[in-house]
């Protein structure tokens, strides 16, 4: 099992840029896929952009082009690059850790961080 937490959301004007991370302990990080996710009022949890154990990445639509997902396993940490940020943007960003066993997927959150995009 692997536990998650996020760190660097906050409120930032349109145009401006943020970098979450996202910390993992408790389990070897380097053989998980990790992603995240946002959720904005009233709507459904959407996948903003992933990194599987072997680094390849995909992003939403969304977000192309300014966002930007990293991994460094020497620090079991998992970023998010957010540049030229919109008021869409505006979400609690959970982090997601998961991996598969006997063809079963498993999946881990973080207790999600804020973040605001003022107009």
């Known amino acids: 099992q692997v536990q998650l937490v996020e760190s660097g959301g906050g409120l930032v004007q349109a145009g401006g840029s943020l970098r979450l991370s996202c910390a993992a302990s408790?389990?070897?990080?380097?053989?998980?896929?990790m992603a995240w996710y946002r959720q904005a009022p009233g709507k459904q949890r959407e996948l903003v952009a992933s990194?599987?154990?072997?680094?390849?990445?995909n992003y939403a639509d969304s977000v192309k082009g300014r966002f930007t997902i990293s991994r460094d396993n020497a620090k079991n940490t998992v970023y998010l690059q957010m540049n030229s940020l919109k008021p869409e943007d505006t979400a609690v960003y959970y982090c997601?850790?998961?991996?598969?066993?006997?063809?079963?997927?498993?999946?881990?959150w973080g207790q999600g961080t804020q973040v605001t995009v003022s107009s």
């Open positions: 408790g389990s070897i990080f380097s053989i998980y896929g």
């Open positions: 997601n850790a998961n991996h598969y066993r006997n063809f079963r997927r498993y999946d881990y």
């Open positions: 990194i599987t154990s072997s680094s390849n990445t």
